[in-house]
Each structure stands twice: as structure tokens, then as C-alpha cells.
């Protein structure tokens, strides 16, 4: 079993940044793959961002390739999401989650396990 905790998350202005972390405990970290998900009100759940187990592989979503980041740190258990020149479209509740495999190229949520809370991020003015 694997528990995961977001934090990070805020009101921030247009154009400012955040950085979100995903906290794990339990065995099934290190060999998986990690997401990132949001969801905003009245809207579907959507894949964010996406690295493989050793780091090595990302990927983005259109809209946060260019600004969000992807990282994690296995020896901390940690994964991170650094988001810069947030807008008011990027306002949802954020989830990370551990995929089912290593690889970084899982963008449905049903191919996660692990689901943290979530965090909210309110991006306005």
C-alpha cells in the first residue's frame, strides 16, 4: 500500500509561481512511474505531467509543457511540480498518483493506483 500527500498549493497571482510536492510512504515508489492530475470545477480530471521511475522520461501536457516542471527524488520519496506563469485556467485541485508501471508515457487516470488527497491551487487576481 502506498499513501501519498500533495501540499504546495495556494492562491497565487497571474504569472506567479507554485511548487507542489506529493509525499509517499510505503514500499511502491522507487519502480513506478508518477502523475500529475488536475481537476477543475465542472470539469473532467485531466493528465498534467508525467515522469518514469528513474527520472529519466517526462511528459507534458500541452498546455503545461513550457512552464510546469516534472521532478522527483526517490530517496526522499518526494515528487514535485514546479508550475510557473500560472494563469487563471490552471485554477483546479492538483493529484499526483502512482502509475501501475515505470514508464513515464501513462496519461489515464485508470492506468494510477495511488491517489493522493489533492491540493487546490487558485490562480486570480
Known amino acids: 500500500q502506498v499513501q501519498l500527500v500533495e501540499s504546495g498549493g495556494g492562491l497565487v497571482q497571474p504569472g506567479g509561481s507554485l511548487r507542489l510536492s506529493c509525499s509517499a510512504s510505503?514500499?511502491?515508489?522507487?519502480?513506478?512511474?508518477v502523475g500529475w492530475f488536475r481537476q477543475a470545477p465542472q470539469k473532467v480530471r485531466e493528465f498534467v505531467a508525467s515522469i518514469s521511475y528513474s527520472g529519466a522520461s517526462t511528459e507534458y501536457s500541452h498546455s503545461a509543457k513550457g512552464r510546469f516542471t516534472i521532478s522527483r527524488d526517490n530517496a526522499k520519496k518526494m515528487s514535485y511540480l514546479q508550475m510557473n506563469a500560472l494563469a487563471p485556467e490552471d485554477t483546479a485541485v492538483y493529484y499526483c498518483?502512482?502509475?501501475?508501471?515505470?514508464?513515464?508515457?501513462?496519461?489515464?487516470?485508470?492506468?494510477?493506483?495511488?491517489w493522493g488527497q489533492g491540493t487546490q491551487v487558485t490562480v486570480s487576481s
Open positions: 510505503g514500499n511502491s515508489f522507487e519502480g513506478y512511474g
Open positions: 498518483a502512482i502509475a501501475r508501471g515505470s514508464g513515464s508515457y501513462y496519461r489515464r487516470g485508470e492506468d494510477y493506483d495511488y
